[in-house]
């Protein structure tokens, strides 16, 4: 599988900002389906934000408003400008891509919000 990279996690005060990037191996188009999935402690990776090929953007109804995803072709690197943030945001993060009929995933970033 083509292991994406991820960035940016850390601990942040509630209504403070964090950037994710997920970049991916330069031979491999991030011009796919992408996408960002949270998992808290005991609980299932939940869907965040995906982008298609179209650049069509999906969001949580929890993070809709707050969290922006968006990609830089001439990077590789896709993001997850989280905004607002919320103790209820503190997850692992993962990003994902979609070639084909496989999905490629990222090793996850910790994601903290608290006073």
């Known amino acids: 599988q083509v292991q994406l990279v991820e960035s940016g996690g850390g601990s942040v005060q509630p209504g403070g900002s964090l950037r994710l990037s997920c970049a991916a191996p330069?031979?491999?188009?991030?011009?796919?389906?992408m996408g960002w999935y949270r998992q808290e402690p005991e609980g299932h990776r939940e869907m965040v934000a995906t982008?298609?090929?179209?650049?069509?953007?999906n969001y949580a109804d929890s993070v809709e408003g707050r969290f922006t995803i968006s990609r830089d072709k001439a990077k590789n690197t896709m993001y997850l400008q989280m905004s607002s943030l919320e103790p209820e945001d503190t997850a692992v993060y993962y990003c994902?891509?979609?070639?084909?009929?496989?999905?490629?995933w990222g090793q996850g970033t910790q994601v903290t919000v608290s006073s």
């Open positions: 994902a891509l979609q070639r084909g009929n496989d999905i490629y």
């Open positions: 330069r031979t491999i188009s991030i011009f796919y389906t």
């Open positions: 982008i298609t090929s179209t650049d069509r953007t």
